[in-house]
Structures are given as C-alpha cells and as structure tokens.
C-alpha cells in the first residue's frame, strides 16, 4: 500500500500533467484563466529544477519539462514580466536561475542584461528579499552585493518573527508565514544543504514552524501547511514524525480530489463546483504544485 505522501505526490503530478497546457501562457488553455501566467510558468520551473535533483525524477513531468526548455527560449516569456512592473526584475532573475541545461541562452542574457543593477544590492530591501535577491542570483550565477547568507539569517524571519502569544489569534500572519517558509527554502536550498542555522535560531525557527502549522490544521489553510511541513523539512526535521505534520498529510490527503488536485489555497477560497476549467486551474495550481513538491522532497532520501 503507497504512504500518504506517496498518493499525494502521484495524484498531484497526475493533474498537473493533464493540465500542464495552462502553464504555457500562450495556450489557449492559459487564455481562459486569469492566473498570473508569467508566475505559473516560472513555479512550474522551480518543480521541474527541484525534482530533476532528485535521485528519481518522476517520469511524469516529461511534459512538463518539455514546456518549460520551450517556454525559456521564446521571448514572448520574459516581455510578460513587463506585465507585472513590481515583480519584473524579481522574475528575471527567477527566469535566469531556473534555466533548463543546454538550451539556446539568448533569452536568459537578454533578460539578465535588462535586470535594474540597483535590483541586484541591499538598497531598500528587507533582510527576506536579500535573503531572495542572494539566492536567485547565486544560482543564476549573477554578480550582486548582497551579504553573505550567514549574515542574512540572523535577521531573516526564521530567527527574527516572534510569534503572538496563545489566544492572540494566529502565531504569525499570513505574509510573516509565508516569508518564513521561503526563507527556509532558499537558506537550505530546498533542502539540498543544511540552512545555517545555530542551536537557539534553530529551535526558534523550528518552533515557529510548528506553532504555525498547528493553526493551519486547525484552520484549514492548505496551501500554508504543505508549505511549513517542507519547512520542517528543510529544517532537519522529519515531518511525518510529529503530530502536526502528520496531521497536515492527513487533511491533505483528505482534501486531494480523485484527479489528484487540492482544490484551493484554503477552505475558505476552494474552487466552488461551477467553476469552468479556466477558474479551478486558477483556484488550485499552486497548491497542488506546493503539494508535489514537498511530497517529492520529504519522501526522496536527504542528500549526503
């Protein structure tokens, strides 16, 4: 019998193959949804790149990779970064560490030669977005003059947020939670390496992480859950051997519809039953890819 991180990660990577043509922002499937379409093609990307580490790639993102060394050699792609000024520069370092292996690089130069140098310092950014800034573009191999990491995560939100006191409501809020879970992310690399963090940060952050994941079981915010249980993850923790990871997988499990997608960030803004193709893809892409990835992460061996 599969574990429940087993049926999730095939149910999701099942939808999201049969639904791949609304991540290519020209398909006439992306056409119908409102969803931002350069930010869905750059996520699917960062699937692909995370699982492509793995020691078993899923056969199933053949697609899925295919569109993705397609999409980063057009230059329809990175004009609709355009699109979205605020997270322009953002993207196109996004779009230039993401690059699949051995396609034509023109787009990718293209892009990082139009990046705003200012974008690439500590000039008005918070430690998080430094913390982001680092990341992309050490992976994209782009000269910049942010800090070390090691100076960065000491007031990174895992070791800076201080979370509300029991009965004040939710231990962080929701922009604080998912600043968390990416900072994590990018200071282990998802998971490759460990996240440099001491004793006492360690435990703080792991302690956020879990305070926050109790109330989104509690709550029902799917899309934050699957997100802290790779955070514990990456953290060094083991997920599935505490109770409120386990109880994440469980309700995710119990969420996962017969396609294999999670139908919404949450169970407040799930996909109502009359939505057309277009709106549920909107609705549930990115919780059912978080889903994938974490369930490929936390299930595949830790890298030695």
Known sequence: MSSPLERLSGGALRWLDANVE???PFSAGARSSTHGKAKAALELALLCHCASRLPDPPDVLGGATALVRKLWQDPGLPRLFEATPRYASTYGLIFAALAPDGI?????????????????????????????VRYYADKAGVRHGVEP?????????LVALRAAEPG???????????ALTHTGFYASDFGRSAPGLGGGALAHA??????????????????????LVLTQFVLGGEPLDTPEGAAAVECLVGVQRPDGAIPGRSAALRAPASA?????FRKAYHTTLVTALTALIVSSPRPS
Do not use: I, N
């Not at 690089?105 to 430690?127: E, Y």
């Not at 992480?209 to 709550?219: A, G, I, P, S, Y």
């Open 104 to 132: 034509d690089g023109t787009q990718v130069r293209a892009t990082l030669d139009r990046l705003d140098p200012g974008f690439l310092t500590p000039r008005d950014k918070s430690p998080y977005q430094r913390v982001e």
């Open 149 to 157: 990491m090691a100076e960065l995560l000491p007031l990174s939100p």
């Open 22 to 24: 609304f991540f290519d």
């Open 168 to 178: 004040e409501g939710s231990p962080l809020t929701v922009p604080q939670a998912y």
């Open 206 to 227: 792991r302690d956020l992480v879990r305070r926050m994941l109790l109330h989104c079981v509690e709550h029902d915010l799917w899309d934050l859950a699957v997100e």
């Open 276 to 280: 057309t193709d277009g709106e549920f």
